[in-house]
């Protein structure tokens, strides 16, 4: 997303900037007058002006050849769009542009190719975006009439790829909780900001053992996650580092690879490893590993959309001994997918979730939402390949320093 300020003399002046450099599928998100002028030119005694920051969610340069191609095609239609650009703008006036241009894309729909269906299209696209500039000025709770740090923090989160509800959410109770001083110091909205994202967060901390019994931790999840690499971190960092006594299990009834390496990572460890393919088996395996701190279980990836294998791994996991489920997702996948992820594998009795691979992400928005959508504490952050270093216990500063560096959201 790419947020522009603009100040001009006149609305008509601003639309017509934002048109120019952010296309027809640019969002308004706020307009004001500014009484005391456009910055630079007061003392030149120059006339109040208005201030819009508008927004992109896609490459700005894409956007102004779309324009380039949308002027082009349309020629004399650009016309249209006077009233609109007028400061004698009035929602009787968009409507009726809107219901023209309804009219005109009518006409023009049939079996078009080429140019034609393009003209069309940007048509549609230009419509798209009359319709949102009407909706976000009738409605009647103006939810982009924030202030400027609010404007600032609501893009930011959405850069990092927040569902724009919560997004809303968030900023909406900072503008009805702050004061007017407080709302106009950034740090001020900022720390308000943090505590209300730190008490919305639920953490779980490391795998927490009770002297005397024996943990049991499985880690379920996709494939290519690095479910395997996290189990060996865990181990290394329990068995070496905090001197338990661990043992290691692999459920994998398909692939002979993965038990390999697991296998691999026992021996060097020098920790006792078995490989179990029913949940009988499993059984027996667990009641040997009795005397043990902890025992880890790894699982084979699943496909989120393999429905079957989800509910074979769902008969491993329902056994005599509690058992701790942690899904593991990778912060790569994209949000669609971690959003099946997170549906499918919610049919297993997750317990916590590990997000990996942050090291291979700018944006950490697709974590929030998961997190908002599945409800289940956070527990661990992988940050590398690298056994055993690259784990660590998720922390409330953590996430807030991962949301809300500033990362470079284009500002004016
Ligand atoms: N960059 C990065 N790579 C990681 C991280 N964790 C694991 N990997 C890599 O991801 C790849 C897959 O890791 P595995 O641990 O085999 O993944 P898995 O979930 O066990 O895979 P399956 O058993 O096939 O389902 C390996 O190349 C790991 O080194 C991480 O935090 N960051
Ligand atoms: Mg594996």
Known sequence: MQVRKYHAQSMKEALKLVRRDLGSQAIILSTRALDGGIAGERSAGKQPGVEVIAAIDYDVNSSALETKSFSQSIGSKAS???????????????????????????????????????FICTELKELKWMAQFLLRQS????????????????????????????VLKL???????????????????????????????????SIDMTPGKTK??????????????????????????????????????????????LKVYAKIMGLPFKTVS???????????FSDRDLVLVDTAGR?????????????????????????VMSITHKEDNLSAIGDQF???????????????????????????KI???????????????????????????LILSETDIRYC
């Open 80 to 118: 249209l769009w006077k009233d609109l650009l007028s400061d004698k703008v009035s929602m009787g006036n968009i409507r009726d542009e809107l219901k023209e241009l309804k009219k005109i894309v009518k006409q023009s729909t049939g079996s078009y190719e080429g140019e034609r269906s393009d």
């Open 171 to 205: 900023i909406r109770k900072l503008k009805q909780d702050l004061s007017p001083d407080a709302l106009g110091d950034r740090d001020r909205v900022r720390d308000s900001l943090t505590s209300k994202i730190e008490k919305e967060l639920l953490l779980a901390g």
């Open 278 to 288: 029913s949940p009988e088996e499993f059984n027996k395996v667990l009641t040997q």
């Open 375 to 401: 409800k289940k504490p956070l527990s661990y952050f992988t940050t590398g390949q690298k056994v055993p270093e690259d784990i660590e216990i998720v922390t409330k500063e953590r996430i807030i320093s």
């Open 216 to 261: 049991i931790a499985a880690l379920v999840g996709p494939t290519g996650v690095g479910k395997t690499t996290t189990l060996a971190k865990l181990a290394a960092l329990y068995a070496l580092d905090k001197k338990r006594k661990v043992a290691l299990v692999t459920i994998d009834t398909y692939r002979i690879a993965a038990v390999e390496q």
């Open 346 to 372: 919610g049919l297993l009795p997750i317990d916590r979730i590990i997000f990996t691979k942050l090291d291979e992400s700018y944006t950490y928005g697709s974590m929030i939402n998961q997190f908002f």
């Open 303 to 327: 496909s989120q959309r393999d429905q079957f294998q989800i509910k074979e791994l769902k008969s491993f996991l329902r056994q005599s001994f509690p058992i701790e489920v942690y899904l």
């Open 139 to 166: 409605a009647p709770l103006n939810y982009y009439n924030f202030p400027e740090h609010l404007v600032h923090f609501y893009c930011q989160l959405l850069k990092q790829g927040i569902h724009e509800e919560i």
